[in-house]
């Protein structure tokens, strides 16, 4: 059973810039940030794969978040720049086993909320 678990979320304004970490029990080979904002389903935000050579972004925060993993530390970052106030929400992180349906998790952590004031 892998732990999760994340930090770094807060309030700040439009523009600003926030690093969220996942520190892990252990890190499977796909590791996620998703989130969910009130109202709305949970959406993925960034994927990254193995040693971290490979990762996805949602069209809403590509070139502005940076998805990263540090194995040796067992700990996953988001990197979020330019922030704005659509991206408030529950940030979690995630990690899928190999054999598990792309799209589904195993492992959840307990989220972590980012607020954006315009």
């Known amino acids: 059973q892998v732990q999760l678990v994340e930090s770094g979320g807060g309030l700040v304004q439009a523009g600003e810039s926030l690093r969220l970490s996942c520190a892990a029990s252990g890190l499977t080979y796909v590791m996620a940030w998703l989130r969910q904002a009130p109202g709305k389903e949970r959406e993925s935000v960034a994927t990254i794969r193995g040693s971290g050579s490979s990762t996805d972004y949602a069209d809403s925060v590509k070139g502005r978040f940076t998805i990263s993993r540090d194995n040796a530390k067992k700990t996953v970052y988001l990197q979020m720049n330019n922030l704005k106030p659509e991206d408030t929400a529950v940030y979690y992180c995630?990690?899928?086993?190999?054999?598990?349906?792309?799209?589904?998790?195993?492992?959840w952590g307990q989220g972590t909320q980012v607020t954006v004031s315009s």
């Open positions: 995630a990690g899928r086993n190999p054999l598990t349906r792309i799209g589904s998790y195993d492992y």
